[in-house]
């Protein structure tokens, strides 16, 4: 992997929210520096110049140096991509990792571009940047690696959407789960990650019941996990094997797990609205829990 | 640091520049208890000053939820915890609110956020206490202020630990809110470039682009956060009270000063802003018939937001009479009671100039009341309730009639056809 | 409206501590409504759809917890006070020389 390039508006944003950590004479010389931009008539010599100026000064307050660090150790992700970028995430949540094809000129060995996507504000934190890239970093590694049989798109379920998101759910709760498993014991994580994941885990797969934390537990010490394997988990997890396929909602006509069994039923009112609509449909034969709350939901407006 | 006269905090304080007042202020009042979020001045707003790239985080005006929302994210949570961190258990009132126009509050006895900022560890340079909110808390204004989420199967009921809400079963209220054109503005004691001026004529408060380099102390430093930093030019922006307008140069004005579009635009009627007229030492020259002075130092209805931060705010809020006092007190300080008491059973008079709120796009620097008989007694929500048939008139710049409001009976009749005809 | 487990680390996601409030506070927000949509000159219907329409959600969701029938009752209320005149705005004179002042009448409200 070459030496990664940056976003000029994280690079620029990092700076910013440096600077007032740098020592007050430095502060200062990067604000003569950068005042003195604003002068410039011409738009793109103006722009040329404070990118060239904040990446000089990225680059003196070190804000690169966990990145190339983590990428020197990784040697199981630098021999695999070719060239990286750091770009911008607006939000925690988009923080990542991405592997990104693009077209080379060596077609017979094409190597993906490895993306990271960070806050700026991440950058000034080392520790927590550090457990980011080596979380990601793995992720990036199995993928790259044929042992785990990395396939991009999942099976698709005949079930709709609604399946496919909850295949896609359960398969990065695994994912994450070996992940944060392998990462804990090189002590590259720590507890707060387990409890993370346990914590998706038992959402997850709250169907596994009692089964739940071994299961947990199987994974979390899974070494060699591998895609299909992950797969094969996620579709049909133990329970749901030996329940058979789920059924469809009488109204909605849905695939769900389980119909809607709250505390109450269905209210005359709402019953009145739901027949209205359906007016085959009885009470015995039941309704998935959105369907409960549309129904519930005009009921009011009908009134 | 010079010392300079708040007197909505009934006392002087310390601020980093001397005393400066400009003729007339501009000001505005809000009626929270009309506001239905509908968001037409945030939009308002926007299609005027703010459409334009790199400017897609900024909403120079915007209504939020409280105590839920904010723009950015828990702007005044924030603040108001620097404050109690910097000087913990006396951010409190003393005094007793008065009459006169020089601590209708009382006094406030805690510390502002320039006093925090002289006394706290920060930096030399930092003269406001202050911080630079996320990109995170800039971007997503109105999310999930409505409906917050819960959890899952637990429905319409208060979290046992009251840590996470599922929804808003309790009180809620909206704050509309643009730039308040501080009397001391906090933006403009940060600024290192003193690219942050009050206008001497209006007292409006803008910021010179030219002179701007981008610092962001003013983002920092204003505890309302109503400057934006804006990335591809590089500088801060703020909301400029569409100047034109006030100023009666815009061409739709007809050399008349005109409300700013987020007024006009208000179809819950809940806004009003015009000019008041500012004495020497700076507090609000008696004005008596000014409908702003009256909201504010007669009918006391109308409260400054946050007070207590010491910019000496110029917008006002007739507060939300639903909600429990001790927020509102934190939010409006110690006026709200009386303000509440007298908005519920309003006076003829308050009545009176409730009804001038939007029936003009031009600002209103006086009003007349004729009075007419009696044509009401009863009682409502067990308060007496008296109407008269009162003809409110209403004056622009030049004393020129803009126009009056009464009220007729019978009930004239109109067909469904033509309902909303003139 | 969704109901996923909160994300505590989620920006987006509102977490909040419980603050007092009940029946009677909702009470006294639909009537300052309705009190000041009154004031403003609103008809009954106006009135009663700012509560039922989902948009408005102060309102609506007084009108959930309360229902159609109280809500009616306390617009009726303070319609039985404001809501009896019409509220009459009159432009006053434009200022163009040569042409005859005609003041405009703007009826707020029908019957």
Not at chain 1, 6 to 18: F, I
Not at chain 1, 100 to 108: H, I, R
Not at chain 1, 157 to 171: F, K, Q, T, V, W
Not at chain 3, 8 to 14: G, M
Request: aromatic letters at 10%.
């Amino acid at each position: 992997m070459t030496q990664p390039t940056y976003a000029p508006d994280l690079v620029e944003e990092a700076v910013l929210l440096a600077e007032p950590t740098a020592p007050a004479a430095s502060a200062q010389a990067f604000r003569r520096e950068r005042d003195r931009i604003y002068e410039i008539v011409d738009d793109d010599a103006r722009e040329a110049s404070f990118r060239s100026l904040h990446l000089r000064w990225f680059a003196r307050l070190g804000l690169h140096r966990v990145i190339d660090q983590v990428a020197h150790q990784r040697v199981d992700v630098a021999d695999r991509v070719n060239v990286s970028r750091v770009v911008r995430a607006l939000t925690r949540q988009d923080e990542g990792a991405d592997l990104v094809d693009e077209a080379t000129l060596d077609a017979a060995s094409p190597t993906p571009t490895l993306v990271l996507r960070l806050c700026p504000s991440t950058l000034l934190r080392p520790d927590a940047l550090c457990t980011l890239l080596h979380n990601e970093l793995t992720h990036v590694a199995d993928m790259l690696d044929p042992a785990f049989g990395y396939e991009r798109r999942l099976p698709a379920s005949e079930d709709g959407p609604s399946a496919d998101n909850i295949l896609r759910d359960r398969y990065r709760v695994l994912w994450d789960t070996t992940i944060d498993g392998r990462l804990t014991r090189v002590g590259l994580a720590g507890p707060t990650e387990r409890t993370a994941r346990w914590r998706e885990f038992a959402s997850a797969f709250a169907m596994l019941g009692e089964g739940c934390e071994s299961a947990f537990e199987e994974w979390f010490n899974r070494t060699d996990p591998t895609h299909a394997g992950l797969v094969a988990f996620a579709l049909t997890p133990p329970q749901l094997a030996n329940a058979g396929k789920p059924g469809r909602c009488p109204l909605c006509r849905f695939p769900v797990a389980s119909l809607d069994a709250r505390d109450g039923g269905v209210s005359p009112a709402t019953e009145a609205v739901i027949r209205a609509a359906h007016p085959a449909w009885r009470i015995e034969l039941g309704l998935c829990s959105q369907c409960l709350d549309l129904y519930e939901a005009r009921q009011p407006s009908c009134a | 640091m010079p010392t300079v006269k708040n007197w909505q905090l009934g006392r002087d304080m310390a601020y980093p520049y001397d005393a400066r007042y400009p003729e007339r202020q501009f000001a505005f009042v809000f009626n929270i208890n009309r506001c239905i979020a509908c968001q037409s001045c945030t939009m308002a707003c926007k299609s005027t000053w703010t459409f334009s790239k790199g400017q897609e985080h900024m909403w120079w005006a915007n209504v939020e939820t409280k105590p839920y929302g904010g723009y950015p994210r828990w702007w005044d949570v924030k603040i108001l915890e620097q404050l109690e961190t910097a000087n913990p258990g006396a951010q409190v009132w003393g005094g007793t609110p008065g009459d006169g126009r020089l601590a209708p509050y009382g006094t406030f006895e805690g510390q502002t956020i320039f006093e925090a900022a002289a006394r706290a560890l920060s930096p030399d340079s930092a003269r406001v206490l202050g911080y630079l909110p996320t990109d995170e808390e800039w971007n997503s204004p109105n999310i999930y202020e409505d409906n917050p989420v819960g959890k899952r199967g637990v429905r319409n009921a208060l979290d046992d630990t009251g840590v996470q809400l599922p929804v808003h079963k309790t009180w809620f209220f909206y704050l509309a809110r643009i730039c308040n054109h501080c009397s001391y503005p906090a933006c403009l004691a940060a600024c290192p470039r003193k690219a942050i001026y009050k206008r001497p004529e209006d007292g409006i408060v803008l910021l010179d682009q030219s002179e701007c380099r981008g610092y962001r102390k003013c983002v920092e430093a204003c505890p309302y956060k109503k400057t934006m930093y804006r990335g591809n030019t590089r500088t801060s922006e703020k909301c400029i009270a569409c100047y034109p307008r006030v100023e009666g140069t815009d061409p739709e004005s007809n050399g008349e000063p005109m409300e700013t579009r987020c007024m006009e635009a208000c179809i819950g009627q809940i806004r009003m802003q015009g000019l008041v007229t500012i004495a020497e030492d700076g507090t609000w020259a008696e004005d008596r018939y000014n409908p702003l002075y009256f909201l504010v130092h007669v009918a006391k209805v109308a409260l400054p937001l946050y007070p207590q931060f010491g910019t000496q705010p110029n917008g006002y809020y007739i507060p939300p009479r639903w909600v429990p006092r001790p927020y509102l007190r934190q939010m409006f300080g110690p006026g709200v009671d009386l303000a509440i008491e007298n908005s519920i059973s309003p006076s003829r008079e308050l009545l009176a100039v409730l009804q001038l709120f939007r029936r003009s796009n031009r600002i209103i620097f006086r009003y007349e009341i004729e009075e007419g008989p009696k044509i009401y007694e009863g009682s409502l929500h067990g308060r007496k309730v008296e109407l008269y048939n009162d003809t409110v008139i209403a004056f622009g710049k030049d004393g020129r009639e803009l126009f009056r409001t009464t009220v007729e009976e019978p009930v004239h009749v109109r067909s469904n056809a033509h309902a909303n005809s003139i | 409206m969704s109901y996923h487990d909160p994300e505590p680390e989620d920006p987006q996601e509102l977490v909040g501590v419980e603050l007092p409030g009940d029946e009677a506070v909702t009470r006294e927000m639909a009537a300052t409504f309705a009190d000041e949509f009154a004031q403003l000159g609103l008809t009954r219907i106006q009135i009663l759809s700012l509560y039922r329409r989902a948009e408005y959600t102060g309102a609506h969701q007084a009108w959930r917890l309360l229902g159609e029938d109280e809500i009616a009752r306390i617009v009726d209320e303070s319609l039985a006070v404001y809501g009896r005149f019409v509220w009459v705005v009159t432009d006053g004179p434009e200022e163009v020389a040569g042409s005859v002042a005609q003041p405009l009448r703007l009826v707020r409200r029908g019957s």
